[in-house]
């Protein structure tokens, strides 16, 4: 049985940093790619970032190219997102993935997700 459990969102203010991680289990994760998904109020499901088994390759959405940067520790079954210069547009529900999605904006693209954790930014 898949499990992810996500961690570390919050309150933040624009400009701000967080750091989401993401707790695996049930299945052999270091033969997975992984990624971050995001649904924010009233909208679709939007792909984050996603990064393959072993860290070497990593993608993200435009609009958070250079500012998010996702990373794995397969060693402790863990994946983390750190978010820097947060602006209004990324609050939303973040959660984490199973599997490298071919398009990202639907659940059926995943292998199996968390139950998110919110993320607001706001002065």
């Known amino acids: 049985q898949v499990q992810l459990v996500e961690s570390g969102g919050g309150l933040a203010q624009p400009g701000g940093s967080l750091r989401l991680s993401c707790a695996a289990s049930g299945f052999p994760f270091s033969s997975h790619g992984m990624s971050w998904a995001r649904q924010a109020p009233g909208r679709g499901l939007e792909f984050v970032s996603g990064i393959s088994l072993e860290g070497r390759d990593r993608y993200y959405a435009e609009s958070v190219k250079g500012r998010f940067t996702i990373s794995r520790d397969n060693a402790k079954n863990m994946l983390y997102l750190q978010m820097d210069r947060l602006v209004p547009e990324d609050t939303a529900m973040y959660y984490c993935?199973?599997?490298?999605?071919?398009?990202?904006?639907?659940?059926?693209?995943?292998?199996?997700r968390g139950q998110g954790t919110q993320v607001t930014v706001s002065s």
């Open positions: 993935a199973k599997d490298l999605p071919t398009h990202g904006d639907s659940w059926s693209d995943y292998g199996g």
